[in-house]
T-cell receptor
Framework: SQQGEEDPQALSIQEGENATMNCSYKTSINNLQWYRQNSGRGLVHLILIRSNEREKHSGRLRVTLDTSKKSSSLLITASRAADTASYFC????????????FGKGTSLLVTP | DTGVSQDPRHKITKRGQNVTFRCDPISEHNRLYWYRQTLGQGPEFLTYFQNEAQLEKSRLLSDRFSAERPKGSFSTLEIQRTEQGDSAMYLCASNNFFSPDNEQFFGPGTRLTVL
């Protein structure tokens, strides 16, 4: 079953703009992870935020987590055409501790 | 570190045929996961191994699906009597039991098309 749900489903911006995508989840978590998937390829881990953290940065990425609202956001600043991909949030169920539960993803298109 | 590899990358088969996919995890990783991803959806967990033990298989989609990891290294996923609804990308991931956050490393996937 899909745990996380990303919003929006699709996002189109121009190079240099910021892209923000949101994720909601349902159950208690130990951490929340964001992955990127280029068209027809495997997933690449981007960033992880633990349940006791509220914000985390990595390069041009900024992730926030609000456990009271069961939501997270991923901000990509100064976007580039190479950022064009699908972005997924994933949670590790606190009970099972192994399976990643993914949302449907946000499809980001960055045009030059 | 050569990453997770999967073979084949693409498989086209006729309905009713059996197919088998292989996954080679990162060498020092003792946990291996299989996921299925259909068009427009996120990956869906199927099963996972710790070394050679299959610790979770209740999420395999039907009894036509089976997975093995006989020596605790590579794994195979078999689908018997394929159906058109089995068409999807099958992803393999691995990590280490000692990975505290369960970050998983994914292979490129095997895209299955059932005609």
């Amino acid at each position: 079953s899909q745990q996380g749900e990303e919003d929006p489903q699709a996002l189109s911006i121009q190079e240099g703009e910021n892209a923000t995508m949101n994720c909601s989840y349902k159950t208690s978590i130990n951490n929340l992870q964001w992955y990127r998937q280029n068209s027809g390829r495997g997933l690449v881990h981007l960033i992880l935020i633990r349940s006791n953290e509220r914000e985390k940065h990595s390069g041009r990425l900024r992730v926030t987590l609000d456990t009271s609202k069961k939501s997270s956001s991923l901000l990509i600043t100064a976007s580039r055409a190479a950022d064009t991909a699908s972005y997924f949030c994933a949670t590790v169920d606190a009970n099972s501790g192994y399976a990643l539960n993914f949302g449907k993803g946000t499809s980001l298109l960055v045009t030059p | 570190d050569t990453g997770v590899s999967q073979d084949p990358r693409h498989k086209i088969t006729k309905r009713g045929q059996n197919v088998t996919f292989r996954c080679d995890p990162i060498s020092e990783h003792n946990r291996l996961y299989w996921y299925r991803q259909t068009l427009g959806q996120g990956p869906e967990f199927l099963t996972y191994f710790q070394n050679e033990a299959q610790l979770e298989k209740s999420r395999l989609l039907s009894d036509r699906f089976s997975a093995e990891r006989p020596k605790g290294s590579f794994s195979t996923l078999e689908i018997q009597r394929t159906e058109q609804g089995d068409s999807a990308m099958y992803l393999c991931a691995s990590n280490n039991f000692f990975s505290p956050d369960n970050e998983q490393f994914f292979g490129p996937g095997t895209r299955l098309t059932v005609l």
